[in-house]
């Protein structure tokens, strides 16, 4: 079974549970109830975390989407919670680094295939500073090796998500060596 996107998974009216009719419209609109549902993007952040040699951590992904790619730090935005706040707290669980300064350097659409659905996200990225790079511990769950550098095409034609590679790319734009 392919990866589909998520408008198209809405065989039946979430509210009502009439059969949708209209399969993988944008907006969602039910018929019987009136219900709309807009399938917007979710938040997602990225950190672009600097060391005193200005080279960037890249992490290396141990699970899909992207196994076994080049990455940055980040992930979701919880409900109820700022990028800002997702930004320290993604970097902190999958790091065990605290973010001690955030700059905004851009954000980018995205498309997230996981577990056969394919959903639209924003990717926001901040460069970031840490308190200190000792603390550097990668959740095994999630990460399964990390590097400093200034990276070159093998990096970046081995990242998991072409958001990563542009702000990285932006990002060397601005901090040439």
Same mark, same amino acid.
């Given at each position: 079974?392919s990866?589909? $996107? ?7 009216? #979430?509210? @009502?549970?009439?059969e ?5 419209s944008? =907006?969602?609109?039910?018929?019987? @109830? &009136?219900?709309?549902?807009?399938f917007? =993007?979710v938040?997602a +952040?990225?950190?672009?975390? +600097? ?6 951590l ?6 899909n989407p992207?196994?076994?790619?080049w990455?940055? =730090?980040?992930?979701?935005?919880? *409900?109820d919670?700022? +990028?800002? &706040? ?6 902190? %669980? &999958?790091?065990?680094?605290k973010? *001690?300064?955030?700059r905004?350097?851009?954000?980018? $659409?995205? *498309?997230?295939a996981? *577990?056969?659905m394919?959903? $639209?996200?924003?990717d926001?990225?901040? %460069?970031c ?8 511990s990668?959740?095994a769950?999630e990460l399964?090796h990390?590097?400093w550098?200034? #990276? ?16 990285? &790319? ?6 040439p060596?």
């Amino acid at each position: 079974m392919s990866d589909i $996107p998520v408008e198209a998974a809405y065989a039946f009216c #979430p509210r @009502c549970g009439i059969e949708n009719n209209d399969i993988g419209s944008i =907006p969602f609109h039910c018929s019987s @109830c &009136e219900a709309t549902l807009f399938f917007g =993007p979710v938040a997602a +952040v990225g950190g672009l975390i +600097v060391n005193q040699r200005n080279e960037l951590l890249f992490v290396r992904r141990a699970r899909n989407p992207g196994l076994g790619k080049w990455g940055l =730090p980040g992930g979701f935005v919880d *409900r109820d919670e700022s +990028v800002e &706040e997702a930004l320290a707290r993604e970097v902190l %669980e &999958e790091t065990s680094l605290k973010v *001690r300064q955030a700059r905004y350097l851009m954000s980018r $659409p995205n *498309r997230y295939a996981y *577990r056969g659905m394919i959903s $639209p996200v924003v990717d926001f990225f901040f %460069e970031c500073q840490v308190h200190s790079l000792v603390d550097l511990s990668l959740a095994a769950d999630e990460l399964d090796h990390h590097i400093w550098v200034r #990276p070159g095409a093998e990096h970046l034609g081995n990242m998991a998500f072409e958001s990563n590679r542009i702000a990285v &790319e932006l990002w060397m734009q601005e901090n040439p060596e």
